[in-house]
């Protein structure tokens, strides 16, 4: 079955679903970390999925690699982001490792819509 929208694809779904997540948990930070870690967290995971949509809108193969190449930069960042509130006991060890089986999965989806849009460029 084609890809007719953004929202068919994989990526772009999980990636809605870790930002749910990342809204979730970063609920539970400390007031001080409004503008801060929950502000930063948030925006890295808000950008996963508006990178997948965004690329998926160019005209150009090119233009969707790069944005796919943008939007696992964030997830990398998300990723960084729950490590820094685990070392600041913002979250316990086990929401960090649910944190990240997620992110390993999109991360794979990703590698194979670039690797697969490469054959078509």
């Not at 929208?5 to 990526?11: E, F, K, N, V, W």
């Not at 820094?84 to 990703?110: F, K, P, Q």
Request: glycine share 10%; hydrophobic share 35%.
């Amino acid at each position: 079955m084609p890809v007719m929208s953004y929202q068919d694809l994989g990526g772009w779904q999980k990636s809605m679903d870790l930002v749910v997540e990342c809204y979730r948990v970063a609920n539970h930070f400390p007031g001080t970390e409004t503008y801060g870690l929950t502000s930063q967290l948030r925006r890295a995971a808000v950008s996963i999925p508006a990178n997948i949509a965004e690329g998926h809108g160019r005209r150009h193969t090119r233009d969707f690699i790069r944005y796919l190449s943008i939007a696992y930069g964030s997830l990398m960042e998300v990723e960084t982001h729950m490590h820094i509130a685990n070392r600041l006991r913002y979250i316990d060890g086990h929401s960090l490792e649910l944190v990240i089986r997620r992110t390993g999965e999109i991360g794979r989806m990703l590698n194979g819509l670039i690797q697969s849009s490469g054959r078509k460029v």
